[in-house]
Structure formats: C-alpha cells, structure tokens
C-alpha cells in the first residue's frame, strides 16, 4: 500500500506532464483512444466523488469566518472568466462549436488542481478551497444560466439538460462521496491516499479521448484553440490578481485569488461539450487541462518568491 501511496503523490506532482504526453499520443494516434469517449462521464463522476472525500465541514468554515472575501472569489470566478471567453469569441470570430467550448469551460467552476497550485504558492490556502468548494456546488445552477445566456448566440443550449449533467456527475458524485466519508470515518483514509492517483488517470484518459475524437478538427484549428485558450487563461490570471488587489487583500490572498480564477474545472467542461455540443467543442477545454497545469506551475513558482513588503 505504501508503493501505491507514493506513485500516487508522484502522479499528482507530475500530472502537467502526463496529460500533454497522452493530449500528443492520443493526436497522432486516435485509433487507441476514441473508444473512451463513453468513459468520460463516469470518470468525471469518480474525480467528484474523490472531492467529496477530501471534504470537511472545516473546509465551509472559511465561508462562515470570512464570507466578503469568499464571495470575491466565487464572483470574480463566474464574471472573469466568461465575460473573457464571450469577449475573445467575439473579437476572434471564432467558429460556433469552437466558440461555445471556450464559453463553456470559462463557465465551469474552479478546478481542484488550484489548491495544490495556490498551497505550491505559498497562498491562502483555506481560502482557495473554499472557493473552490462552493463555486462547485453552485454549479449545477450557475454554469447552465451563463453558457445559455452567453453561447445561445451561436448555437441552442437546454439549461435543464446540462442543469441535470452537472448535479449527475458533480453534484450527487461529490454528496456520495462526503456521506461516504461520513459513514466510514478513517475508513477511507487508504482511498483518500491514492486520489491524486486516479484524479490524474481519469483527467488524463478525459482529455486523450477528446483529443483522439476530434483529432482532424485540431489539426485544422489547433493553433487558433491554443492561442484562444491561452489568452483566456492568462488573462483569467492577471484580472484575479488584480480583483484581489483592488478589493484590498493581502498578498497571499491575491495569490489564491489569481490561480482560483484563472484554473478551471477543464474536465467538467470537455463532459459537458461533448455530451450537449460535440467532441470538437470539447477541444477548448482539453487544450485548457493541458495548459492551465503547465501555466499553473509556472506562476506558483513565481508567486513563491513574492512577499509582502516589510514595514520600517
């Protein structure tokens, strides 16, 4: 079991890597992967029903301590990120299906890869989780409103269908997964151990099976995705840094706030567009898990160095 743990805290230190290998191999060898398209639902359920057994009553407390500074984040999460995405679809004139799978995944809510980049950081921690935490949780009726009020302009969305995808696969998932740890207690300490484990198979095999379904569309359209998806997550970065500096919050608190923003949950976004829209506005959000690990990284190192300034 030890074995397991470790290769798990491996996976999970090197899961940028892992997924742009697979994002390479499943491109140039789409044979292998397209019959996983039908896994990625279910495995999205299994990486929300891993969150609900990492989540602690304590993890909410944060809401209840500092709830104006959580409220920021969980705001500047649902504005940044998709009057972003609506705004580059529109300055681009990006293609329909590639248009609404940037304002999709600009939609979802934080990824959980934040609080290990906020924690890389040296950030507010606490406060990246419970961000995280509820920005999830609001989801189901957050993330259908926004895609329907900003992507019906290229093609028709259902609020109730992806109303109904995210409370299957987050919602009721992450509910299981904390009644799970409620009932068993330090029972799934073992299971808890090697989630990093199978958060990076199941994102990996996520991404590897949309890149291998939309293989041909990529080659015709993957530098305008690349260069789309990198701006949105770029300036994603920078605009919540500078919500949290013009709100007045600390540096550790800023820091938390930028990698919050800008890291999406990139595998909610891929099931979505692929169960409501088609495998090539799944894309956006594929190439967005690719980069905004690697993105991620690099800034978390850079954050690290930064301190607040000392008084006299």
């Known amino acids: ?92 004139g990006l293609p329909d299906e590639i248009a609404v799978g940037v304002i999709l995944v600009g939609c979802c809510p934080g990824g959980t890869a ?12 606490a406060l990246s989780v419970a961000i995280t935490s509820v920005t999830t949780l609001v989801a189901p009726l957050v993330t259908p409103a926004l895609v329907w009020l900003l992507a019906s302009a290229w093609l028709p969305v259902s609020y109730s269908a992806m109303f109904l995808s995210i409370l299957q696969v987050v919602l009721v998932p992450i509910a299981l997964g904390f009644l799970a740890q409620r009932l068993l207690g330090e029972r799934v300490r073992l ?28 080659a015709e359209s993957g530098l305008l ?3 789309v998806v990198m701006l949105h997550n770029g300036l994603g970065l920078l605009l919540g840094y500078l919500t949290g500096r013009f709100c007045g919050l600390p540096l550790a608190q800023r820091k938390a706030l930028s990698i919050e923003v800008g890291m999406q949950n990139s595998g909610l976004g891929a099931a979505l567009a692929n169960a409501h829209f088609s495998p090539l506005a799944a894309v956006p959000s594929a190439v967005f898990s690719v980069w905004h690990n690697l993105s991620g990284s690099v800034l978390a190192a850079v954050f690290r160095r930064m301190e607040e300034p000392r008084g006299d």
């Open 1 to 92: 079991m030890r074995a397991l743990t470790l290769l798990s805290r491996f996976a999970g230190a090197s899961f940028p890597f892992w997924v742009l290998a697979f994002a390479v191999l499943a491109f140039f060898q789409p044979a292998w992967f397209k019959g996983l398209t039908g896994a990625i639902v279910p495995l999205l359920g299994l990486v929300m029903f891993g969150m609900g057994l990492t989540l602690k009553p304590e993890d909410f407390g944060e809401v209840i301590r500092r709830p104006g500074r959580v409220l920021i984040g969980v705001l500047a999460q649902f504005i940044i990120m998709p009057g972003l995405a609506w705004l580059l679809c529109r300055l681009l």
């Open 114 to 125: 934040s609080n290990v980049m906020t924690w890389l950081a040296r950030g507010d921690v």
């Open 225 to 227: 995705i690349m260069a």
């Open 191 to 218: 299971a808890v151990d090697v989630l990093p484990l199978v958060s990076v198979v199941s994102i990996v095999v996520i991404v590897a099976a949309v890149v291998a379904a939309s293989q041909a569309k990529i």
